[in-house]
């Protein structure tokens, strides 16, 4: 276990994630976001691409259980993302659709934010999500970050949002 809140725990990813994963990452739905959903094949490279970060830069994107019943939710961490041309900390989430709208994203990553600042020792976090991902910019919303800027992607526009360090 990497973090635990009051309902949650977050944890490497395993290939025995792939099924659980792929429920989101899979999902048409909700990864519309996206240029597209995963392959079988695609969601097996996130969890070793994470893999590799968890040995590389001691983070990722975690596992998203809930505690009550060890359940699968998606996932959420932190990973370094190119976000217009600046290497920087980002908080990501993926949250399989049956599990929406019950506050697990915005507690995981909650959570993400004060385990970047408080253990990982990064004055800044950042989250960032094409215009039209109303849900995740909530999200960052939620958790005390503020929009700073958009900026063009592969001709989609990104809006990022950023909490800074007060102390």
Not at 16 to 40: A, C, Q, W
Not at 90 to 119: D, P, V
Not at 129 to 153: C, D, E, L, P
Request: with cysteine; charged share 30%; net charge negative.
């Amino acid at each position: 276990m990497i973090i635990e809140t009051q309902r949650l725990f977050l944890r490497e990813l395993t290939f025995e994630d792939i099924s659980n994963l792929s429920l989101v990452l899979s999902d048409k739905e909700s990864m519309i976001h996206y240029p597209h959903s995963f392959s079988g094949e695609e969601v097996k490279r996130w969890i070793e691409r994470n893999i590799e970060r968890y040995k590389i830069d001691g983070f990722g994107l975690w596992g998203v259980i809930r505690k009550e019943d060890n359940q699968f939710v998606g996932d959420c961490g932190i990973t370094l993302q190119n976000i217009d041309n600046d290497i920087l900390p980002e908080i990501g989430y993926h949250i399989i659709k049956k599990f929406c709208n019950l506050g697990y994203a915005t507690e995981a990553a909650e959570a993400c934010k004060n385990y970047a600042m408080n253990e990982l020792g990064f004055k800044s976090i950042y989250s960032y999500s094409v215009f039209g991902n109303i849900g995740s910019q909530k999200v960052a919303s939620k958790i005390g970050m503020r929009k700073i800027k958009t900026f063009m992607k592969d001709g989609i526009v990104e809006v990022v949002f950023e909490y800074k360090e007060t102390r």
